[in-house]
């Protein structure tokens, strides 16, 4: 293919990106200087880093993102090491990407069944002699659903890595009198790395920003950046604060990438 042919094909993809990926953030810079009179201020920002609540949303957005990835690591990685060594593969991957089809609205209120106080589990609990437990609205079921919903995001990419691997290394190492934690721990795991850096970023960043889940499954008591930003643009009208926000966001998720981005690939591209 000549580099005439490239440019030609690529400038749909470059019209795609530049009105629906770049466009759409400069607008939100943009935004983010004007307060809700419609005048032009730097006080949007000045707010945000001197308010203490602003501040904390911050910290607990971070916070949520970082246990959800953190629990869908834990459940990803054995999966897909189990997922890799079966004889059906294509079938449990289908099954795992199945619910990623199914809207997410729909599995939240899914959800909303299994936990209410007469739902199934509280019926389930009742029968166990346990009687009924407040399990929606609470930090464990808005991490529990978000996990279970990112968890695709995650196991995904650990699955591909784990595949491109090489055996004759695993073979190698059981040779050379490694232990299976040791092959795993020593081998498999740092070979496998840019799959976990490729689930971190699916998984984390979009966590960073979740406002459905947070009304619906963790009720008022989940307060993030993300529902903030719902906050500002549908009920307060500050769509200057909420812009804010949203290039916090941004800059957030654009920092998050950089520092989990393979530098080792980078390197040798560059050569």
């Known amino acids: 293919m000549t580099k005439n042919s490239r440019a030609f094909y690529s400038v749909p993809y470059m ?45 607990n957005s971070f916070l949520y993102a970082f246990t959800i990835t953190l629990v ?58 346990i009687g009924p437990q407040q399990i929606l609205f609470t930090d464990f079921s808005f991490i529990f659903v978000a996990a279970y919903i990112e968890l695709p995001f995650m196991i995904l990419p650990i699955f591909n890595s784990i595949e491109e691997l090489n055996p004759s290394l695993i073979v190698a190492s059981g040779d050379l009198g490694a232990t299976r ?57 500050n769509w200057g604060m909420g812009s804010t926000i949203g290039v916090i966001l941004i800059i957030s998720m654009i920092a998050i990438m950089s520092l989990t981005s393979d530098k080792k690939k980078k390197g040798r591209g560059v050569k």
């Not at 089809?101 to 199934?120: D, E, M, R, V």
């Not at 966590?207 to 950046?225: A, Q």
Request: glycine share 6%; charged share 5%; proline share 3%.
């Open 15 to 59: 019209l795609w990106l530049g009105l629906f990926v770049l466009a759409p953030m400069l607008l939100i810079l943009y935004q983010s200087f004007f307060d809700i009179t419609g005048a032009f201020t730097f006080a949007n920002y000045a707010t945000y880093f001197s308010s203490g609540n602003y501040l904390r949303m911050t910290l």
């Open 72 to 129: 869908t690591f834990l459940i990803s990685y054995p999966t897909a090491l189990f997922l890799s060594r079966t004889k059906h593969k294509q079938l449990w991957l289908s099954l795992i990407i199945l619910p990623t089809w199914i809207n997410l609205l729909l599995k939240a209120y899914a959800f909303i069944g299994l936990f209410s106080q007469s739902g199934t589990v509280n019926q389930f609990l009742s029968f166990m002699g």
């Open 181 to 237: 934690m040791q092959t795993l721990t020593r081998v498999i795991f740092p070979l496998t790395l840019s799959g976990v850096r490729s689930g971190f970023q699916a998984v984390f960043i979009p966590s960073l920003s979740l406002f459905m889940l947070t009304r619906l499954i963790g009720g008022n008591r989940v307060i993030t950046l993300g529902t903030a930003v719902e906050q500002h643009f549908l009920v307060t009208q």
